[in-house]
């Protein structure tokens, strides 16, 4: 099995794991429900010990290579300095799963991972200066450039909560957060709020304001320009070439991507315009990200 | 002379230029007149020219081991994709000046110089992730991560460009820009628009203010608003330790700093605080890196 890893991305909710070779191909996967030993709280142990099960699963009882897993929070360098999903506050799990398994494991951020898989297999491979930009739940971006992560000690890439001026308060105490208009959630909670109707998900808003709904099509505008204006300043900050849009919101594919982009041209001036592509590799961004991650920690 | 490298630092008005050693140490300095063939305009054949006498001058005659020279604008690997004092788009002035020396040249960008200098040498040295805010007539930030410059191709670091909220048009034909209302330019000439009254540059301002002159308090006030509001988006989106301060307008010291700290320190939420430093390097800060750089291209 020294020619496989096992590559876990690890949500809130759901686990998405597989088995990957050395040219990052899914050789097998699983899915399974985070574990929860109350809500909001799972321990060290406790995953380490469901990880350990799926991998014994798709590496069919031998070791592989390494292990590679991503979850959401303040992630870096094995050390999850905290991680609201699990009420983890700096914990060492990449070194807690590494004793447990006698595997090399390499333990760091969904959201980087995903970056990191878009601009080396998908959406922006050969760019060496790309940002990835998921946006479901909440909305983070993961800046490559010169061919590295920026990483700020995990605490890079928030900006879900760079202020756009709309004037909303966001969860974090400051107003005007890009995610509290510009995210999946937001769409679906900004038009129940608007109209008093319960959706499914941001899908059905997106469908509803094509069909002429003018409380949907407000709304959605709304959540592209929170976007593009987001997206102005990390275009004025790091300048990528490439931006890289996916995540929940971005399964509508061009019919969204094409005016967040229209719209972030109209506001840029003399900064260098990036090209905005749809992500590739879709849910499993993270997964394959991590499958990397797992063969640097290999050697 | 191969213990031995030219830097310079050629602004729009002015040249410094310094004799350094291995370890930095200015042994000698010269300033001069930046060459003008006509406002805005200089060729690269006349710069390089300016340029070569200054190195003689400084080297005695025999050849430094290397020449570092850096400019504002775009400027990247050698290369001025757009230096406005000059009236250059695209000019290779590396190898231009390399050609006509003979000596291994590095050409940079100022700020992004002055950041590299202030993160080995000066307030931030020891850090890896140093964010260093040079504010003077315009605003731009240079930004190392992880010990490595985020370079952007060269476009990185237009934070006098975030929009933070305050409405006022910008010449780059936005609104609500840093710079509009936080440079120290922009003080001098938003007191003389309130007031009717001419000032020599913001220190007067700055002074004003502490004497009790209401309207000098109002325009303080909003530049340290707009300041720490750009740096509230740097600390979102690249999370530094250290933010370093400099340039003209903190040439007033902690007078200034501690207010721009104290009130980033109010509007940072889950964000990574940073340490905010005065800049140590004062006005040789992107002639030392100009150094720095020469010595990298000495090999």
């Given at each position: 099995?020294?020619?496989?890893?096992?590559?876990?991305?690890?949500?809130?909710?759901?686990?998405?794991?597989?088995?990957?070779?050395?040219?990052?191909?899914?050789?097998?996967?699983?899915?399974?429900?985070?574990?929860?030993?109350?809500?909001?709280?799972?321990?060290?142990?406790?995953?380490?010990?469901?990880?350990?099960?799926?991998?014994?699963?798709?590496?069919?009882?031998?070791?592989?290579?390494?292990?590679?897993?991503?979850?959401?929070?303040?992630?870096?360098?094995?050390?999850?300095?905290?991680?609201?999903?699990?009420?983890?506050?700096?914990?060492?799990?990449?070194?807690?799963?590494?004793?447990?398994?006698?595997?090399?494991?390499?333990?760091?951020?969904?959201?980087?991972?995903?970056?990191?898989?878009?601009?080396?297999?998908?959406?922006?491979?050969?760019?060496?200066?790309?940002?990835?930009?998921?946006?479901?739940?909440?909305?983070?971006?993961?800046?490559?450039?010169?061919?590295?992560?920026?990483?700020?000690?995990?605490?890079?890439?928030?900006?879900?909560?760079?202020?756009?001026?709309?004037?909303?308060?966001?969860?974090?105490?400051?107003?005007?957060?890009?995610?509290?208009?510009?995210?999946?959630?937001?769409?679906?909670?900004?038009?129940?709020?608007?109209?008093?109707?319960q959706v499914a998900g941001s899908r059905e808003v997106l469908t509803a304001a094509d069909g002429g709904d003018r409380d949907?099509?407000?709304?959605?505008?709304?959540?592209?320009?929170?976007?593009?204006?987001?997206?102005?300043?990390?275009?004025?900050?790091?300048?990528?070439?490439?931006?890289?849009?996916?995540?929940?919101?971005?399964?509508?594919?061009?019919?969204?991507?094409?005016?967040?982009?229209?719209?972030?041209?109209?506001?840029?001036?003399?900064?260098?315009?990036?090209?905005?592509?749809?992500?590739?590799?879709?849910?499993?961004?993270?997964?394959?990200?991590?499958?990397?991650?797992?063969?640097?920690?290999?050697?």
């Amino acid at each position: 099995m020294t020619t496989r890893v096992v590559a876990l991305d690890i949500g809130g909710t759901a686990i998405k794991a597989a088995l990957l070779d050395r040219d990052l191909r899914v050789l097998d996967t699983r899915r399974a429900a985070t574990l929860h030993e109350a809500p909001g709280v799972t321990s060290a142990d406790a995953l380490a010990g469901q990880v350990e099960g799926l991998v014994a699963d798709l590496a069919g009882g031998s070791k592989p290579a390494a292990i590679g897993v991503v979850v959401p929070g303040i992630v870096h360098r094995g050390v999850a300095h905290y991680a609201a999903n699990f009420g983890w506050r700096e914990v060492p799990f990449g070194a807690i799963l590494a004793d447990r398994t006698g595997v090399p494991v390499a333990f760091d951020h969904d959201v980087r991972a995903g970056g990191l898989a878009e601009a080396r297999l998908g959406a922006a491979r050969g760019c060496a200066n790309v940002a990835f930009m998921p946006v479901g739940t909440g909305i983070a971006v993961a800046m490559m450039m010169d061919g590295r992560l920026v990483v700020g000690g995990g605490y890079a890439g928030e900006i879900g909560h760079v202020d756009v001026g709309h004037g909303v308060t966001c969860a974090c105490g400051n107003t005007g957060c890009v995610e509290t208009v510009g995210s999946a959630a937001a769409i679906a909670r900004r038009y129940t709020e608007r109209t008093g109707r319960q959706v499914a998900g941001s899908r059905e808003v997106l469908t509803a304001a094509d069909g002429g709904d003018r409380d949907a099509a407000v709304v959605v505008d709304e959540a592209i320009d929170a976007l593009a204006k987001g997206l102005r300043v990390l275009v004025t900050l790091v300048a990528p070439e490439v931006v890289v849009v996916g995540g929940g919101l971005f399964a509508a594919g061009e019919a969204l991507a094409a005016p967040v982009r229209e719209r972030l041209d109209g506001l840029l001036r003399f900064q260098r315009r990036p090209e905005v592509r749809l992500a590739e590799l879709g849910e499993m961004a993270s997964c394959l990200g991590a499958g990397l991650l797992a063969w640097e920690a290999a050697g």
